[in-house]
């Protein structure tokens, strides 16, 4: 009878353990929450002080329809790596993780050609507030981003330095990157269509 009690107590700890959100990913889930948050109250305060009046119209220039293009193949590309990873195929995994770390530094290249842009068609941080909130959304932005392109800098050693074993530390870390890419990648979208959308 004692085993059976113990047997069963152990099937209860292994049950919560694999049902228990790791530390690390709810932290991170937290952490996307806040941005989001965030994100969410520079969008309310576009409306608003878009309402007030003094307000300048321009289209987004063409460039930053590039950079959402490429943000979403460097998306693509990450979750192709980490099924690469989670198979074995050590070879595709380097491949499309490296794919996804270029694809996340076009990115931030073409958002800048996207200033530039701006700058050349007279609409500067100072010009109007409708500008500056495009200049202060879209560069937020970008420096979560770096963040991410750090992680994935991180990721491109572990894949070339190391020798390739699938652990669970190395499973987790690809899994919070993962995440925490394809928030980005999702925050964006939504960023451009709703900047997109405004005139």
């Not at 530094?105 to 800048?112: I, K, V």
């Not at 996207?114 to 970008?142: E, K």
């Not at 394809?182 to 960023?191: A, K, N, P, S």
Request: net charge positive; charged share 10%; proline share 3%.
């Amino acid at each position: 009878m004692s085993r059976i009690k113990m047997r069963v107590q152990t099937v209860n700890m292994e049950y919560r353990s694999r049902n228990r959100i790791h530390p690390q990913k709810f932290a991170l889930w937290v952490a996307c929450a806040s941005i989001t948050m965030m994100f969410a109250a520079f969008t309310s305060s576009y409306l608003v002080r878009r309402a007030a009046g003094n307000w300048l119209e321009f289209p987004l220039p063409t460039v930053f329809y590039f950079s959402t293009a490429a943000i979403v193949l460097s998306s693509v590309t990450l979750h192709l790596s980490y099924r690469f990873f989670k198979s074995g195929a050590w070879q595709s995994y380097r491949i499309f993780l490296l794919a996804a770390f270029v694809l996340g530094l076009a990115f931030l290249a073409l958002q800048y050609q996207g200033w530039v842009a701006l700058q050349q068609m007279g609409v500067t941080i100072n010009t109007n507030p409708s500008g500056s909130f495009v200049y202060v959304i879209s560069g937020v932005h970008a420096a979560h981003i770096l963040g991410g392109v750090t992680a994935l800098g991180v990721a491109l050693l572990h894949a070339f330095v190391l020798p390739f074993k699938a652990t669970s530390a190395r499973k987790l870390r690809f899994e919070l990157t993962l995440t925490y890419w394809h928030f980005v990648d999702v925050l964006w979208i939504y960023l451009f269509f709703f900047l997109l959308l405004q005139p």
